[in-house]
């Protein structure tokens, strides 16, 4: 029998269990490595970049938004492109860590999830390859800012949103989006192409370690991304026709009304009396997560998973239409809907919110909306602190982490209420 060392605890795991345990490190390796990858060539990229730039080689740089583009800036060498590259990189790394999904429910001889899991793959690839295609300008986009200055304090800014996006399931795109705005005069499109990057940074970021530690319910995850993703992909084409104002205003008041069960639940360590769902068992959903405040096992059921999947479908419009990850309203619905723990709820969020952007990732992107120059810094920023934050995360009680999250969703609310009033 297969076993495991976690925090000093050794474990027994069944055969089962191994199989599941071999699905989970596969995923996180996955991560893992598409995020250490991305990180060395935009690290590469954007130093030869800042060489060329106070060389005097580059004067008015623009950058490649499509995909023959970057290739053949990469063979001739443009710095830009090679950034551009090492972001496509991030960008595709949940679409890949879905894809391997698929493969290692094959391994666990699970039928229905590589059902689902290759559903959720078809709507990330028509979304890239066919919406993105069809809404992208042909044009090279120019660079909006250059300076070295406006990169470290970028990053810094950005590593703040990744710390708080891992704890709470957010993105960071809600506060990326007003500190380029305000801070640093960034056009609101090009502060949105870098929230989208914020978001897929910090879910890979974060997703990685909890997965490798079984903080994620990869099930959940993967059964509510067929609705998150088909909304993203639906909020992206409305956000063409659709004047954002009022849609500010209504997520904002949703989000102050969602939050008062939270805030009635706020001394709740644990869900109690919960009942699972007519469909819980048959789609698997039901798990548990080490506790490493108890060092044990903590079992828990899944409830109203119909509204849950509604829900979902809700946030990945949001997503598509305001350019963020809509992770607090993700947490809300598997925390006051399903009745997840909180701690599996924010993780889950973290586990989701990539492929929720990475499905209108790529019409932002051929939009010529996703600077490198701006993109690189938040990238790197949020990489940093997602890691930071997933960390803190997992020796933090359910109550503690309700307690960081509900000041966040107060925040939020009223910086949609904000952007809506035409305030920021």
């Known amino acids: 029998m297969a076993s495991e060392t976690y925090d000093g605890k ?11 345990r071999k699905t989970e490190l596969i995923i996180s390796g996955v991560l893992r490595g598409g995020v250490l990858l991305s990180v060395a060539i935009i690290l590469g990229g954007i130093s030869w970049f800042f060489v060329q730039l106070y060389t005097g080689v580059l004067v008015h740089p623009t950058f490649p938004d499509t995909l023959p583009a970057v290739v053949h800036g990469v063979v001739a060498g ?21 894809a391997v999904s698929i493969v290692a429910f094959a391994l666990e001889e699970d039928r229905t999830y590589v059902i689902i899991t290759t559903l959720v793959l078809a709507i990330l690839l028509f979304s890239i390859f066919g919406v993105g295609a069809w809404l992208g300008r042909p044009e090279p986009a120019m660079v909006q800012d250059g300076r070295l200055g406006f990169f470290f304090f970028v990053l810094f800014s950005s590593a703040f949103a990744g710390f708080v996006g891992a704890l ?44 490798r530690d079984r903080m994620t319910n990869l099930r959940v995850g993967m059964f509510l991304e067929v609705a998150t993703t088909m909304g993203a992909i639906c909020g ?4 063409a026709l659709l004047n954002p104002t009022v849609l500010f ?11 008062m069960p939270l805030v009635m639940r706020l001394g709740e360590e644990l869900p109690a009396n919960v009942i699972n769902h007519k469909w819980a068992a048959r789609l698997r959903l039901p798990g548990s997560y080490p506790d490493r405040r108890t060092r044990a096992d903590v079992a828990y059921n899944v409830a109203h998973i119909r ?35 909180m701690k599996v709820s924010t993780t889950t969020s973290n586990f989701m919110i990539g492929v929720t952007a990475a499905a209108s990732a790529g019409i932002f992107f051929q939009r010529g909306d996703i600077d490198p120059a701006i ?50």
């Open 375 to 424: 993109a690189a810094p938040v990238a790197l920023g949020v990489l940093l602190g997602a890691t930071l934050g997933a960390k803190m995360l997992t020796r933090m009680s359910n109550v503690w982490l309700k307690r960081v999250f509900v000041p966040v969703i107060v925040l939020v609310a009223l910086n949609m209420l904000a952007r809506g009033l035409g305030w920021l």
């Open 10 to 20: 050794v474990i027994s795991l069944g055969p089962d269990d191994s199989i599941i």
């Open 78 to 98: 443009d710095p830009l492109a090679v950034v551009v590259l090492g972001l496509l990189v991030l960008l595709a790394t949940p679409v890949l860590r879905v």
């Open 168 to 211: 709470v399931g957010l993105g960071g795109g809600v506060f990326i989006v007003p500190i380029l705005t305000l801070g640093f005069g960034v056009p609101f499109d090009a502060a949105i192409g870098a929230s989208i990057v914020s978001v897929i940074a910090t879910s890979s970021g974060a997703a990685a370690a909890y997965v």
């Open 236 to 239: 992206a084409l409305l956000s």
């Open 249 to 259: 205003i209504v997520f904002g008041v949703v989000l102050l009304i969602s939050a």
């Open 307 to 341: 509204w849950g999947f509604s829900l979902m479908y809700i946030a990945g419009l949001i997503s598509g239409l305001l350019g963020i990850g809509s992770g607090t309203f993700k947490v809300l619905a598997m925390d006051t809907a399903m009745r997840l723990p």
